[in-house]
């Protein structure tokens, strides 16, 4: 089995690493946070002190970083993944990220005899324990091949979707459905709730039928439990917006609902609230109703 080297160990990294060990894999594995190197460790990884000396030591190098500069600055920066990869290598990053991000890393490592992948998730905290990610993978055809078997330890649904950047426009247009149908379930439970009507009958009535959806299910439950610890950071998701808006706007794209949602988490970030769990919009949404918390 191939070396894995893994670069990003946060709530969705860690969760998605153990898997990898689990199916059997040898992982050396780096992290800003040591205590999540320390941890996976003391499971039977092998920690690393730079993004350079993972691919050193491995054959395929996956992050799982927040945002496009993080990506840019583990594979491309000093001491980078870049400097440590040998031809023949494969270069899977799973993170967030603009799809011009994707390709232009694809291109530099290309140069260096590499193969890359660009293949972000979606699923949430849940998924990334579970192994039962969706997967939407951007590249060539032989390298989703040889990245196959890695990406089944950690995703079940897994797609082929194009090219170089492919996939992180196939994840734009999941953020874009997300972050809509959370705005949808906050209305509808903040309507039910400003009528005097128990939300979770609604939510239990409204799952029997034709509005039954993932998020009616699992953040329609937090809505109304007001559990907002986060699977999925506020701050996150409206990163994820931005690249959505600015993929749009560069192809003359109107993107008119996505811009309103990126509007409404706004004003949550301008509160504090940008560490929230996404579900957390519903708390905006009650605010305008005149709704206590």
């Not at 040889?146 to 995703?155: E, N, V």
């Not at 979707?161 to 996939?167: Q, V």
């Not at 509005?211 to 329609?220: D, K, M």
Request: hydrophobic share 45%.
């Amino acid at each position: 089995m191939e070396r894995i080297g893994f670069i990003g160990l946060g709530i969705m990294g860690k969760p998605m690493a153990k898997n990898l060990m689990k199916a059997g894999y040898t992982l050396v594995v780096h992290n800003r946070s040591r205590a999540s190197v320390e941890e996976l460790c003391s499971q039977g990884a092998q920690g690393a002190t730079c993004p350079k000396e993972v691919a050193e030591r491995t054959d395929v190098v996956i992050t799982m970083l927040p945002d496009s500069p993080d990506v840019e600055e583990v594979v491309l920066g000093p001491k980078g993944v870049i400097e440590g990869t040998r031809e023949g290598m494969l270069f899977i990053d799973m993170s967030t990220v603009a799809p011009s991000t994707a390709i232009k890393v694809h291109d530099a490592l290309k140069e260096k005899g590499v193969s890359s992948l660009d293949a972000p998730v979606s699923g949430g905290e849940i998924g990334a324990k579970e192994g039962t990610l969706s997967i939407m993978v951007g590249g060539e055809r032989e390298a989703f091949d040889r990245a196959l078997p890695i990406l089944k330890a950690m995703g079940k649904n897994i797609v082929l979707i194009g090219g170089p950047g492919a996939g992180q426009v196939a994840k734009a247009c999941n953020q874009i459905i997300v972050a809509l149908t959370i705005q949808a379930v906050a209305e509808a439970l903040t309507l039910a709730r400003k009528c005097g009507v128990d939300p979770a009958k609604v939510r239990e009535a409204l799952l029997g039928g034709f509005a039954q959806s993932r998020i009616l299910e699992v953040h329609g439950k937090r809505m109304i439990e007001r559990t907002f610890e986060p699977g999925f950071r506020l701050r996150l998701h409206r990163k994820d917006l931005n690249i959505a808006l600015q993929t749009a706007k560069e192809r003359k794209v109107a993107l008119l609902a996505t811009a309103q949602a990126a509007e409404l988490m706004d004003a949550l970030l301008a509160q504090g609230k940008g560490e929230l769990d996404h579900s957390g919009l519903a708390i905006l949404m009650e605010q305008m109703a005149g709704i206590g918390s």
